[in-house]
């Protein structure tokens, strides 16, 4: 029997208009996203549909907003596929959240509220430091870990062979870029976010997530969540606390998660969100792996679909 994983989109994903075609062509996409903004008492919703960019792109708008369509793309998904089973979720950073919302970790309300306040601590302490990061293409593991530990950055996001983000104070990033190229890195390219997220700049951010986790109510999975710390599943609520506290400032271990999904049996993947970078990284990591994605009104209707025309072809 296939085994079926659900994955979420991560903070850099955002583009104006996101969620705007499901909101208008469902009624169930649009009673969450009011939903949405009476929990958080604003309009995140129209910041996700209009923009400006300049207000989406801001860690305390993205985080919950890349949130709210990941999840109203994964009900929307349930609702046309009712009996869609899957047995796994992950997410790309802020994606965990989403994925633990997903197994019933994390209420839709909680979940939201945790990612707005986690996007305002991390916007906190990227305005208190100077930080940026980098992607590093086309140089393996080892030799980027050993450019960081030569130019005093990390390696934050292990995403894919060949896609490395590095991540530190602005001027060692810069530094860490022309190693790299010096190595013979096909690209290293600045990226434009707001600080320097998954590194120790960003520890300003954990003790005050640390508080809001203590006081919200995490339900036993009703699937594997996988870690971005671990690369495996969660254990159990305190470990889930400490590990959404650590990820703050941990490495991604994304292409890790992915290979212990499939060395597990998973042979199918929706991506579920704003974007395709998680579907694009899958294909370096194997590229037999079928992928499906919903990120708006057609991706939607096309893994729709795809996955009854495999439902039907299982019952033949």
């Not at 969450?32 to 996700?48: H, Q, S």
């Not at 490395?164 to 690209?187: Q, Y």
Request: charged fraction near 20%; include cysteine.
């Amino acid at each position: 029997m296939s085994k079926t994983a659900l994955l979420f989109a991560g903070q850099g994903a955002q583009v104006v208009g996101m969620g705007k075609n499901l909101n208008a062509g469902f009624p169930s996409a649009k009673i969450w996203f009011d939903r949405a903004n009476a929990t958080l008492g604003y309009d995140l919703a129209a910041i996700c549909f209009g923009g400006p960019d300049s207000d989406l792109t801001k860690t305390e708008h993205a985080q919950p907003g890349i949130f709210l369509v990941s999840w109203v793309a994964f009900q929307l998904l349930i609702e046309r596929l009712p009996g869609l089973s899957f047995q796994a979720t992950a997410g790309l950073s802020l994606g965990e959240f989403t994925a633990l919302s997903a197994a019933n970790v994390l209420s839709f309300e909680d979940g939201l509220k945790l990612v707005r306040q986690r996007g305002c601590f991390m916007q906190e302490a990227c305005e208190a430091t100077s930080g940026s990061m980098a992607a590093i293409m086309g140089l393996d593991e080892a030799v980027t870990r050993q450019l960081c530990m030569e130019t005093g950055v990390v390696l934050a996001n292990l995403n894919c062979p060949g896609q490395l983000v590095i991540s530190g104070e602005t001027d060692k990033i810069l530094e860490a870029c022309e190693l790299a190229r010096a190595k013979g890195a096909r690209r290293a390219l600045p990226l434009p976010v707001a600080g320097a997220y998954h590194s120790p700049l960003m520890a300003g951010a954990q003790a005050q997530l640390k508080t809001e986790l203590e006081n919200i109510t995490l339900n036993p999975a009703q699937v594997s969540v996988v870690s971005n710390v671990t690369a495996r599943p969660h254990e159990n609520s305190e470990a889930i606390r400490a590990r959404l506290v650590e990820q703050v400032t941990a490495s991604v271990r994304w292409e890790e998660s992915m290979r212990y999904l499939l060395a597990q049996g998973f042979t199918r993947f929706i991506e579920l969100g704003p974007g395709t970078a998680l579907s694009g990284f899958m294909k370096r990591i194997d590229k037999n792996v079928p992928m499906l994605n919903v990120a708006d009104a057609a991706s939607l209707e096309n893994t729709v679909r795809s996955l009854g025309a495999l439902k039907e072809s299982a019952q033949a």
